[in-house]
């Protein structure tokens, strides 16, 4: 299927039509100790303990162990994504998942990670970053909503959605789903990103531990997105 970069809007950026807790740093509380006192920590006790603290800020977010586990094991922003896109997908019983990223900074946007459970549906990945628009899309409300705010929205159908909801013609021809999630991600009050996970041709009533799986990642994310901007070329 042909390609065509699009820049975010959500119709602005993709290539398509088929083709925040600062970097989890844990060891900030460093203790001294004297030679006299005692003998330093060992490089295994630091991990140890360092492990010990991610652990118990993942549990604060009410993430499932699989999908905590891959921000505990994996310390590269790029690893982690990669492997969030199918946990997500598998955790939620969904269709698709991707990752969309706003550079506030370099003003640009790209969606750099995804994963689909069937070839027929297009990950949305694209290969480069677009230059932000400086006008948004005011006919697409769910871009205008998460560059306002971090709301996230459970869209059930998209055909029998509320009026003003969405752009009933942009989610059915680029991304084709019917069913989805809309979730910003922020940190400091800054919008970076949008996680957006999906389901094709049905309804989907998102439940309560869908929604907690979401408010969580969430929660974790923005952080994550700090770092792998902070990376990437």
Not at 116 to 145: F, G, H, I, K
Request: charged letters at 20%.
């Amino acid at each position: 299927m042909n390609q065509k970069q699009v820049s975010w809007s959500r119709r602005e950026t993709l290539s398509l039509l088929g083709g925040f807790m600062s970097s989890l740093i844990i060891g900030g509380c460093t203790r001294t100790r004297s030679l006299a006192e005692a003998p330093l920590a060992s490089s295994h006790e630091k991990q140890s303990s360092n492990t010990l603290r991610v652990s118990e800020s993942l549990s604060a977010t009410g993430l499932p162990d699989s999908i905590a586990a891959l921000f505990q094991e994996n310390q590269n922003p790029d690893t982690v994504f990669m492997a969030l896109m199918s946990a997500v997908v598998d955790e939620l019983r969904c269709d698709r998942c991707f990752l969309f990223i706003r550079d506030p900074q370099r003003q640009r946007t790209r969606i750099t990670h995804g994963h689909s459970r069937d070839s027929r549906w297009p990950t949305m990945v694209q290969s480069d970053w677009s230059q932000e628009p400086s006008n948004l899309n005011a006919n697409d409300p769910l871009t205008l909503s998460a560059y306002r705010s971090s709301e996230a929205h459970f869209i059930k159908d998209i055909e029998t959605a509320p009026p003003g909801t969405l752009d009933i013609n942009l989610e059915r021809s680029v991304f084709r789903h019917r069913a989805l999630v809309h979730a910003p991600i922020y940190y400091e009050g800054e919008f970076y990103g949008v996680l957006e996970p999906c389901v094709f041709e049905t309804p989907r009533d998102w439940t309560e531990s869908d929604r907690t799986l979401i408010y969580g990642l969430k929660q974790v994310l923005g952080t994550w997105v700090v770092r792998y901007l902070q990376q990437a070329v």
